[in-house]
């Protein structure tokens, strides 16, 4: 069994930044990779950022430049550091966790962008 729990979502004016984080116990594999993903309402689930073991990452194109996910190995922990929030970035953000056996999400965490 895998837990993941999320922390970090919050309200922000535009232009604001916010760190998300997500740390995963338990039976947790030597090879996994860990994402943020978001759902606004009325809209699919879309991919924000992901990050493999190795550390290679990669990010939707409407958050790059402005987004940064890491991951601290020793606490099996993902991070998602937001910074020049935009109201469009509104969302529910959910933690992914993916090994060779298991696809595991968080329950979520809102961001609110709005002035």
């Known amino acids: 069994q895998v837990q993941l729990v999320e922390s970090g979502g919050g309200s922000v004016q535009p232009g604001e930044s916010l760190r998300l984080s997500c740390a995963a116990s338990?039976?947790?594999?030597?090879?996994?990779?860990m994402g943020w993903y978001r759902q606004a309402p009325g809209k699919q689930r879309e991919l924000v950022a992901g990050?493999?073991?190795?550390?290679?990452?990669n990010y939707a194109d409407s958050v790059k430049g402005r987004f940064t996910i890491s991951r601290d190995n020793a606490k099996n922990t993902v991070y998602l550091q937001m910074n020049s929030l935009k109201p469009e970035d509104t969302a529910i953000y959910y933690c992914?966790?993916?090994?060779?056996?298991?696809?595991?999400w968080g329950q979520g965490t809102q961001v609110t962008v709005s002035s």
């Open positions: 338990g039976s947790i594999s030597s090879v996994y990779t």
């Open positions: 992914n966790y993916v090994s060779a056996w298991l696809n595991l």
């Open positions: 990050i493999s073991s190795g550390g290679s990452t």
